[in-house]
């Protein structure tokens, strides 16, 4: 079994024993792309799972949902202020506040922004990873091994806050989260490589779209910054 640092191999072999009882179909333990509207549910069973086998971090119940749907907005490229404009909007529809005036604005705020550094940038990547690599060794066992998706890479996907390859290419070449995210629905492909996602912002055809002047700035220093990097590469090649 793998080392996952920090959880004990205890831990481990009990998340391995809830798969080989579990009698349903393997790829229902499996993580739903954050794109997917359904994918939320699931990060609420697997978080339900963690709590029972691995540790009780997203503790207890009715906490399992809020953490879920933190994680799953900041995959999804929400911004911060997005996703604490979506918290506050579940509060209202609670019968406790009976206006905005009651609502602990700051507070919800302060927990919200917390709540992103905790769960979804530490909580969520160490524990899925666990959880996924148990899971995969299940899979082995089951001799399903090239079933098992091969990137599942939920590290990544949360450290940076966003959900697909290409997204991982843009802050890779050095954008910003939100840069990265205002370009994402132009070059449309989820799994560019950093390569083709130069090569994509270098036809210029971005120009033309409605982006702030602040991206577009940005998307020009990279460009410049790559241009500069390849001819100096190019120059000590030649010496």
Known sequence: MEANPGISIVALQSLLDFFRAYSGLPEQLLPIPPEDDESVDRFVRIFDIINRTLAPVFAPE?????????????????????????RLRREREKPEYRGDTELP????????????????????????????????????ERGLSEEFPEELTYDLFLEF???????????GLGLSRTSSIELSNFLGRTR?????????????????????????????RVIEQKRLEASGAAGIQET
């Open 62 to 86: 009715k906490r399992v949902l809020p953490c879920a749907l933190t994680t799953w907005d900041w995959m999804r490229g929400k911004t911060l202020g997005r996703i604490i404009a979506a």
């Open 105 to 140: 604005y700051a507070k919800f705020i302060r927990d919200t922004m917390a709540d992103v550094e905790n769960i979804a940038r530490f909580l969520a990547p160490k524990y899925l990873g666990a959880y996924l690599s148990v899971l995969r060794q299940f899979y082995h």
């Open 161 to 171: 806050g966003v959900s697909t390859r290409t997204l991982i290419s843009l802050i």
């Open 192 to 220: 560019l490589s950093e390569a083709e996602v130069l090569q994509s912002l270098e036809s210029r055809e971005w120009e033309a779209l409605d982006l702030p002047a602040l991206v577009k700035r940005e998307i020009n």
